[in-house]
């Protein structure tokens, strides 16, 4: 007999940043990701080196991909999951009232620059974090990986 699935068996997220410029952000959102049970990490147009900083050896328990490109990137999205851009934009709708998906992958930008237009326009949804300045890339992350965890739930 087939089993039913539940529905909170139909569910992932991913997380990653587009050009990030230091290897401690990356790091530190990679630990909030595998804490939190994120299924993958990536980079965007960036490579990251293995830190001996990294006691939890993240590397070895969730994948860290690797796009060259963000044409390589998007063709990669899955079916049925939205990208969700994680940015202070006058699109973006606060993370309070959002209703996160299902299967998600969240996008965040550069320290330097943001998320580019063109990554922008590809967003199922933009979402901003609260302040009037911006966040730390990895602090955004790590929070907006939280607020997921908060309302649909880590292990039920
Ligand atoms: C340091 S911020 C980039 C700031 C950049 N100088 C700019 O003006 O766009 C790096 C990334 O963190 C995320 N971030 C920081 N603060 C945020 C906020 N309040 N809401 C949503 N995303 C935020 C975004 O993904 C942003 O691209």
Redesign the pocket.
């Known amino acids: 007999m087939r089993r039913k699935w539940d529905k909170k068996e139909e569910r992932y997220f991913g997380i990653g940043?587009?050009r990030p410029k230091t290897q401690e952000n990356l790091g530190t959102l990679w630990r909030t990701a595998l804490i939190y049970k994120a299924s993958f990490i990536f980079v965007i147009e960036a490579k990251y080196n293995k830190k001996s900083s990294d006691v939890m050896k993240a590397w070895s328990k969730i994948p860290l991909f690797q796009y060259e490109t963000m044409e390589a990137f998007l063709s990669t999205v899955p079916y049925s999951c939205k990208l969700v851009?994680?940015?202070?934009?006058k699109n973006?709708v606060p993370?309070k009232d959002y209703t996160h998906p299902d299967r998600a992958i969240y996008?965040?930008?550069?320290?330097?620059?943001?998320?580019p237009k063109e990554l922008k326009e590809k967003c199922h949804d933009l979402?901003?974090?609260?302040?009037d300045?911006?966040?730390?890339?990895a602090?955004?992350?790590s929070i907006?990986i939280f607020d997921r965890i908060n309302k649909l739930g880590l292990d039920d």
Do not use: T
Not at 85 to 89: L, S
Not at 127 to 131: K, R
Not at 133 to 137: E, P, R
């Open positions: 940043i587009y851009g994680i940015e202070m934009d973006a993370i996008l965040l930008g550069s320290e330097d620059h943001g998320l979402v901003y974090l609260p302040g300045n911006s966040l730390n890339v602090v955004a992350g907006s």
